[in-house]
């Protein structure tokens, strides 16, 4: 049973990311168009002047959209991100050492290699290699999204090795920007943060598992504090998922007997005789109830809430605040700076050497294996498709630069290396999934 529903859960997480890669072209394309047509001004009042806030006495917090969008829901999404790596951890692709070692490893080739191809090009430009961390990263949704179009040719392994090596890359990429990508930080607030979260931790212990205090709490706590700590805020969003119940409160099998007393009990039940429940039947399902929640792990029922609200809205609207580059001068000058190349050598051509090169080393030395009915050209077909950073490389490039003109330069090298990386990886993986013909005697 357990198998059974792992495995819808994963098509299920792979349908929603898949339409959520479609939905983020739509937004990408309305970006583009807006930031460059006769509404640009629009464009810029929207999600960069106009303020938004709350406040209590002299505590206020008034920022502009695209800052509430950046800082605010996309620590939401990485509260998500946070779930699923949990998650994999757990019980899923992730959960052993044997499961763990390819896309961990083709994650870690796929982070080092862009990061050295970026630094290579931008090596004699001091001034632009503080995006190293850009190229590291790949957009799940995105690259998924494309599979989709694939149907059948594509083999639901891989997609489960794609998504795999996605949520490594997201954790690499968490670690990159706490360590490396923050400038100064307050040790108090830090301090009042580790309190907060000190907090969930016991209570995660205690048996709490009601979502609205782990909410409370990791807002008005572990979020506040990391604002104002200097550490980008979408870290406290990992943090307090991690502290999410993961376990549920009775075992499978005694859900399962429970749940068919309780139903024999409610059909031997004496009818009303009318459109209402007996008293009997009323506290039966009221048992049901109880007996549900109590079978759900928190963290699954999270992230089961939570992955269609970041996919078909937060990432969408990210995709539209952050996407629109406006495009002053030349653009093929724009796409042969150091900064864009770098990009694009990083994304393009280090995350498929990268991802390709590490996988064949930990299978050649025999600590991992190929899934089952996937090939070595699927593989480097997933490889080029993985260069496709978009929303995850435009997050970091806003964090690796403080000088707009080097952000917006940096926003055209990911849209082309994404572009070059989307149709390669669609083009080997048609060709691969090609199935020779048979040649008649």
Known sequence: MNATLQSFGIKKYINEESIGGIILIFMTIIAMIWANSQWYSTYHYVWHELKAGFGIGEFQMVKSIGHWINDGLMAMFFFTVGLEIKREIMGGELSTLKKASLPIFAAVGGMVLPAAFYTVVAYNYPDYLDGWGIPMATDIAFALGLLALLGKRVNINLKIFLTALAIADDLGAVLVIAIFYTESIEYTELITAAIFMSVLVIANFAGIRRAVFY???????????????????????????????????????RFVDRICKLTEEFKAAPETGNVLLSHKQVHLLTELDHLNNNAHSPLQKLEHAMHPITTYFILPLFALSNAGVHIEGSLFDMILHPISLGIIAGLVLGKLAGISLFSHLIVKLGWAKL?????????????????????????????AFVNDEFKQIAKVGIMVASFISALGGMAFLTLSGKKPTATQP
């Open 215 to 253: 909410a409370v709490v990791g807002f008005a706590g572990v979020w506040v504090s990391f604002v104002y700590s200097g550490v980008h805020a979408t870290i406290a969003g990992v943090l307090i998922a991690l502290t999410i119940p993961a376990r549920t409160k009775i075992t499978e099998e």
């Open 371 to 399: 899934p089952d009915g996937v090939s070595w050209s699927q593989i480097y077909g997933v490889a080029l498709l993985a260069g496709i950073g978009f929303t995850m490389s435009m997050f970091i490039a806003d964090l």
